[in-house]
Nanobody, 123 residues
């Protein structure tokens, strides 16, 4: 079992930055690929970014590529999402997730999910 707790969300103006954190506890964090997803009101959950257990080869959704950066610190059992040049359309509840099988944008491959942290970008 892996428990995930996100933090760092909040209200920011368009063009601003935020860094989300996801702290993991339970089973060996470094064994899992990690992903970030988001869900806006009335919309489907969508993939944002993912990273291998080793911290290499991050992948991103096209809508955030070049603006968001995913990273992880296995010594701290934490994965981060640095968000820059934020836009109002980035407003959503952001979730981190852990996968024991592979890293991808396909949410059914993720075994554990956090409760989410709200990000609101004002125009």
């Amino acid at each position: 079992q892996v428990q995930l707790v996100e933090s760092g969300g909040g209200l920011v103006q368009a063009g601003g930055s935020l860094r989300l954190s996801c702290a993991a506890s339970g089973r060996t964090f470094s064994a899992y690929a990690m992903g970030w997803f988001r869900q806006a009101p009335g919309k489907e959950r969508e993939f944002v970014a993912a990273i291998r257990w080793s911290g290499g080869d991050p992948i991103y959704a096209g809508s955030v590529k070049g603006r968001f950066t995913i990273s992880r610190d296995n010594a701290k059992n934490t994965v981060y999402l640095q968000m820059s040049s934020l836009k109002p359309e980035d407003t959503a509840n952001y979730y981190c997730a852990a996968s024991s099988s592979s890293y991808s944008g396909y949410s059914p491959l993720y075994d554990y999910w956090g409760q989410g942290t709200q990000v609101t970008v004002s125009s």
